[in-house]
Structures are given as C-alpha cells and as structure tokens.
C-alpha cells in the first residue's frame, strides 16, 4: 500500500481494478478532495471529472491496456449513460487501433441526443439511434460496424481499412452492415474517409501489416490478388501466398514478427525457404516485405520492379 493513501481507498482500488469516482469514495467515507490529494501526491490520476486511476496501474500497461484502463473509469462515471465509441469502440471489439490513436478515450451518450464536447482526456460524442448501443466482455460499447466506420471518421482511410478488415475476417459485422450505417449517417463529418475505407476493405487480411501492404500494393497500381493460391503442373496445392501480382508474375509476402531462433527457429526458416524454392522453380518471382519497407511505398515500387525484371521465359497466369 502506498504510505499516504488511506486503507479503505486503497481495498477499494485493488478489487475494482484501479478505478474510483467521487460516488466510490463518498460510500467509503471520503471526500472529492480526498482523491485531488491523492492525485497531487502522484498516487492517483484524474481521468475525467471525479473519476480517478491507479496511477500504478497507468505506468505498468501498454498504450492499449492504458486506454482501456482509462475508458473503464470515463464509463463508470455514467454507466447507464454512456457507451464507448470510434477507435476506443474498435478496441473493445478487439480490432486493430494503431497505438498512436489511443491518446484519447471516445465514448458516445447512450440515446441520440447532445452535442460532442471535447475534454482533457476524452471525447464525449453526441448519442446514436436506439439499438446502436450493446455490451462486450461486460463493457457498453457501440455496435461494431459503427466502431469501424467511427474509427475512419476519425483517423481516416487507413485506418479505418485495417480496423475493418479485421472485423470483416472477424466476422463481427459485415460489409451490408457497414453500407446500410454509411447510408444512415451520410451527413457525418467524415464520412468521404469511411466510405473508401469500406470500398477498400477485404475480409481477406491476416494482419494489419497485410492490410497495410495490400493499400501500399493498390496505391502503386499493382493489381494485388490476396491469399492467393499456387499449384504446380499436376494441379496439386504448393502454397498459398499473402498477395500475387498477375501482372508481372511476383509473389509478394509479408514478413510480421516470424522468428528464427532457436531449434525450432531454424527449422521453420529451413522449411520457409524449401517452400519459397518450390514457389520460385514454377516460374514465379518472390518479394519479402516488412513493415518497414511497407512504410515507404517507393522502396516496394523498386523491389517488384527488379524481380519482375528478373523472371525469364513466361510468366505464370
């Protein structure tokens, strides 16, 4: 327990995972002015009026656990009022926030009403209609293709792509969904942003850094076939690969955060490049990207060209 906070603060904090509201600490017998001095004391941290955090809790987290941390104490403010929304929406649904997106909490009125009004920490936007809003793993949040499409309001298309295709492949909404919720708020500021992003989606995607590349591949010009399966002269399976481009004959993969250390390491990088042989001796050029090449579309532009350059005879259909 820290020294200065009181032992009835403290129990109430460690079994109500780090968070309290002035309504908390008035039941345990303790003021509002109780909680600024913990806080000035660098014990706790004002989230928003009259709800604090752990301040421990903050330090010992990443970005995302952080942002949850935070949204829980804006949410049991007003928890019959309020509903986490946009990026902070995509989170609980478990969809992919770019941790540069997670400074600020977004949380929605519960009916449709109000004004959005900025704070500090938070935003509080202006209510859905009736039905819009559900619970997730015990937090109310807006329904997920209004996560998505609220993340691309925004953050833009980018973004609003990466979170919507994983929650297409997710399957926690769908892409009739998403267009039946652009057609309803077609006046949201925002809403050009949304739109590509949902034209832009796939279901396909096994990662953010594949959505990522497949915008950068479409960006170049490249037609970019996903998931796309290879087959020998026999017709028999040989591999499936992240993206093909029929164009000029090149694989493109991507390379995440595949290690190679280790027995086991070494033997999935042994059968990695058997497999990549195999790909090769049919006739196909092979481009492995990272996420840093993906981040500057003129190096990727440069690597296919010279594979493509170096492929002789036909290419494959």
Same mark, same amino acid.
């Given at each position: 327990m820290l020294p200065c906070m009181?032992?009835?603060?403290?129990?109430?904090?460690?079994? *109500?995972?780090?968070? $309290?509201?002035? #309504?908390?600490?008035a039941s345990l017998g303790l003021s509002n002015g109780d909680l600024c001095a913990a806080a000035a004391r660098g014990e706790l941290e004002r989230v928003t009026r009259g709800s604090y955090v752990l301040r421990d809790r903050l330090t010992a987290g990443d970005p995302e656990q952080r942002h949850r941390l935070r949204l829980a104490a804006v949410l049991r403010r007003q928890p019959s009022h309020l509903v986490a929304s946009h990026s902070s929406a995509a989170l609980v649904w478990d969809l992919?926030?770019?941790?540069? *997106?997670?400074?600020? $909490?977004?949380? #929605?009125?519960a009916i449709a009403r109000g004004?959005?009004?900025?704070?500090?920490r938070h935003t509080l936007h202006e209510g859905y209609a009736e039905g819009t809003a559900t619970v997730r793993d015990g937090t109310p949040v807006v329904i997920a293709p209004l996560a998505v499409l609220g993340t691309a309001f925004l953050y833009g298309m980018r973004a609003g792509v990466l979170v919507a295709d994983a929650a297409l492949r997710s399957r926690v909404t769908t892409s009739d969904e998403l267009c039946v919720w652009m057609e309803r708020l077609t006046r949201t500021p925002g809403m050009m942003r949304a739109r590509a992003a949902v034209e832009r989606s796939h279901a396909s995607a096994e990662s953010p850094g594949e959505s990522r590349l497949r915008l950068t591949?479409?960006?170049?010009?490249?037609?970019?076939?996903?998931?796309?399966t290879i087959l020998d002269e026999a017709g028999c399976f040989v591999a499936r690969v992240d993206f093909y481009l029929p164009e000029c004959g090149v694989v493109v993969e991507f390379d995440g955060h595949t290690k190679y250390g280790?027995?086991?390491?070494?033997?999935?990088?042994?059968?990695?490049?058997?497999?990549?042989?195999?790909?090769r001796a049919l006739g196909y050029a092979v481009v492995r990207l990272t996420s840093s090449d993906v981040d500057e579309p003129s190096r990727v532009g440069r690597m296919v060209r010279r594979a493509a350059s170096g492929l002789g005879g036909p290419r494959p259909a």
């Open positions: 009181d032992p009835a603060l403290h129990a109430w904090l460690r079994d *109500h995972e780090g968070i $309290v509201t002035s #309504a908390d600490a992919p926030v770019s941790y540069a *997106h997670l400074d600020r $909490v977004h949380v #929605a009125r004004t959005t009004r900025r704070y500090p591949l479409e960006d170049l010009g490249l037609r970019a076939l996903p998931q796309f280790g027995t086991q390491g070494g033997a999935a990088l042994v059968a990695e490049k058997q497999r990549e042989d195999r790909i």
